[in-house]
């Protein structure tokens, strides 16, 4: 099973919540929930795997590996 990443930046966030996605297969199965920090940004997927750019306080980048855990994959 591949995942297929679209991203579109989200809107500005005026309540302080956190960012939550909906991760859906290529074939529409849901296969579960990321919650993303604050000030990331979607870099790449492959699998199970979904990358973001997370820029700590200083504007320093750092990748974070996130996996999606679900039993749709193979």
């Known amino acids: 099973m591949r995942l297929r990443a679209?991203?579109?930046p989200p809107p500005a966030n005026l309540w302080d919540e956190p960012r939550v996605?909906?991760?859906?297969?290529?074939?529409?199965?849901?296969?579960?929930?990321?919650?993303?920090?604050?000030?990331?940004?979607?870099?790449?997927?492959k699998g199970p795997f979904i990358w973001l750019v997370v820029r700590d306080d200083d504007d320093v980048p750092t990748v974070v590996r996130y996996r999606v855990a679900s039993s749709s994959w193979r």
């Open 6 to 8: 679209r991203y579109a």
């Open 21 to 45: 996605y909906d991760i859906f297969a290529p074939t529409g199965d849901f296969l579960g929930r990321l919650t993303v920090p604050e000030r990331a940004s979607y870099a790449a997927s």
